[in-house]
């Protein structure tokens, strides 16, 4: 019988094969479970292994997490939105054998990428496809780590499916699962063509203006190209940024709640300083990779705290905005994380009832103004396309001064009070919380470490608000807010999961 061992502990200077020999002289093979890096002792690191070692003659198959078919004689099911909700809202629908239709805003992966691409270099904004908007969502465009902080049982399924359509097989048990933008790219078209061959449906540059209602009944929807399409279960996974939509659900009277969220900037440090903290000695171990760090300060006399939040070790800075007129910061990694600089967003907790009381629209109203004056300040200081960028120093001590020789934004940054785009109290906390990481992480205040503005959109300030348990829209029939812009996900694992958990609540009524 095939045994789990777990909590095996490798030196770098160590092999796996050798340590698993002998402690078990005998097995044939092995699977592992589970693998982390312990770097609490920096000059005691050491890799954690979980595993399950099988003796000769034992099957050795993994799990495939297989999912029944069956009969559905109802409307085919309408899906808004081809980010990982959307996608994963659609594969489980196929594989339980139900028609689906995707509607996405935006073009297809390559398509997509071409206006990207023409908006970093030329700061020409497409709204329907950016680093948010088109297939595969803004988790095309993510770093691709798959962390989540969500419990779920559908966890090991989506990244089955995700190794199925191309990602790497690690992501099943690392204990810090990553994609990579570049690797992500390549998946999800895949995962499309099997929709599609599958059952699925899918028109791209489609964009949903409508949703049709009778007495608080989903009906259907409307294309901006006036197309109609009839359906009674509609399932609404249209991300954080698609505000057109929400401005639209409040005029159908869809009942919405404002949701706490979280601001601030993105901090960028070269690599090699962050390995060197993280790592000491071992900095440049090729077991290891690009160091990341995870960082929170939490003022527990009101109950704020500033952390950091998608952390890209050897990643890019991103310009990200969906609207013309706005500058948003984002960030992204390759597989290889394999870029000489670490970004991070660093932000504080904004909570709602506190700021903007009980109209579900105040904070985004909010978060589209950081935007725009981020904007606003790009032109002044003389740019097209570039993100507002100031020094970590400059920042603290509120002063303007040269930028970094380079940095990694395909867009550039241009010096900008990056200090006063932000709030007082939010500026503030910031630097208050930049001299505790420094503290916890001696050599966070580099000399070469580089702020970008505004780190606005790390969660959706609006919950559309819905049943614990049909997990249908509180006041419309019919209707599944689904994902991070429906306030229920924060990131690819959890927006995915929610998909799945909609598909699965519809098919239970
Ligand atoms: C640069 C960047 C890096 C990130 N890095 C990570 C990371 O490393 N790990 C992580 O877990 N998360 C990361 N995220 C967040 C992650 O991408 C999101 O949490 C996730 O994509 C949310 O999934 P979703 O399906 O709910 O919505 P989205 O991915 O936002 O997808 C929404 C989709 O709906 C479409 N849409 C909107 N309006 C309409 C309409 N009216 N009609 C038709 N279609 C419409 C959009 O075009 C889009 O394709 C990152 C995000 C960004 C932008």
Not at 117 to 129: A, F, H, I, S
Not at 135 to 162: C, F, N, Q, W
Not at 259 to 264: D, L, R, Y
């Amino acid at each position: 019988m095939s045994k789990q061992l777990q909590n095996i502990k490798v030196r770098l200077d160590e092999s796996l094969d050798e340590k698993l020999r002998l402690l078990e002289p005998n097995y044939s093979s092995y699977r592992i479970l589970r693998k982390s890096v312990d770097a609490r002792k920096r000059n005691e690191l050491h890799e954690v292994y979980s595993l399950e070692v099988f003796y000769p003659g034992e099957d050795t198959s993994a799990p495939d997490y297989p999912v029944e078919k069956i009969n559905y004689d109802g409307k085919p099911i309408l899906i808004v939105g081809s980010g990982p909700a959307g996608l994963f809202a659609a594969l489980r629908l196929v594989e339980r054998g139900v028609p689906c239709i995707l509607f996405e805003r935006g073009a297809p992966t390559n398509q997509r990428m071409i206006k990207i691409n023409r908006y970093w270099r030329y700061g020409e904004l497409d709204t329907d496809n950016n680093v948010c908007f088109g297939e595969g969502g803004a988790g095309l465009y993510s770093d691709g780590k798959l962390i989540t902080r969500i419990k779920s049982p559908y966890i090991p399924y989506v990244m089955h499916r995700l190794v199925k359509f191309g990602a790497p097989e690690e992501i099943q048990y690392l204990a810090n699962p990553h994609v990579g933008s570049d690797r992500i790219r390549r998946v999800i078209p895949k995962l499309r063509d099997y929709l599609i061959e599958n059952g699925c449906t899918i028109h791209f540059n489609a964009k949903v203006e409508e949703l049709l209602t009778s007495n608080n009944k989903m009906t259907g929807l409307k294309l901006r190209d006036g197309r109609v399409f009839e359906g009674d279960h509609i399932i609404l996974a249209t991300g954080h940024s698609a505000n057109d939509m929400f401005y639209h659900l409040n005029d159908l009277g869809v009942a919405m709640e404002g949701k706490s969220f979280a601001v601030g900037l993105r901090v960028e440090h070269p690599q090699k300083a962050v390995n060197e903290i993280q790592y000491r000695g071992h900095a440049e171990h090729p077991k290891l990779g690009a160091a990341n760090y995870k960082l929170t300060h939490h003022d527990y006399s009101d109950n704020i705290g500033v952390y950091s939040f998608c952390m890209c070790p050897g990643g890019y800075v991103l310009s990200s905005a969906t609207d013309v007129g706005s500058i948003v910061s984002n960030g992204m990694s390759n597989y290889h994380r394999n870029s000489p600089f670490a970004n991070s967003a660093i932000v504080i907790s904004v909570d709602y009832q506190k700021n903007f009381g009980s109209n579900p629209f105040h904070g985004l109203d909010w978060r589209n103004k950081l935007e725009k004056d981020a904007f606003d300040a790009v032109i002044k200081a003389g740019g097209t396309k570039q993100l507002p960028a100031q020094r970590l120093t400059d920042f603290i001590k509120g002063k303007t001064g040269p930028l970094t020789e380079k940095n990694s934004s395909p867009s550039d940054g241009i010096a900008t009070r990056v200090d006063l785009l932000l709030p007082d109290w939010i500026r503030t906390r910031l630097i208050e919380a930049f001299h505790k990481f420094d503290d916890s992480m001696k050599g966070f205040l580099h000399k070469d470490a580089q702020v970008f503005g505004v780190e606005s959109r790390t969660s959706c300030p609006i919950r559309i608000s819905r049943d614990d348990t049909t997990l249908e829209s509180l006041s419309h029939k019919g209707l599944y807010p689904c994902g991070e812009g429906a306030g229920y996900a924060g990131g690819i694992t959890s927006a995915a999961v929610d998909g799945i958990k909609i598909v699965e609540a519809i098919l239970k009524t």
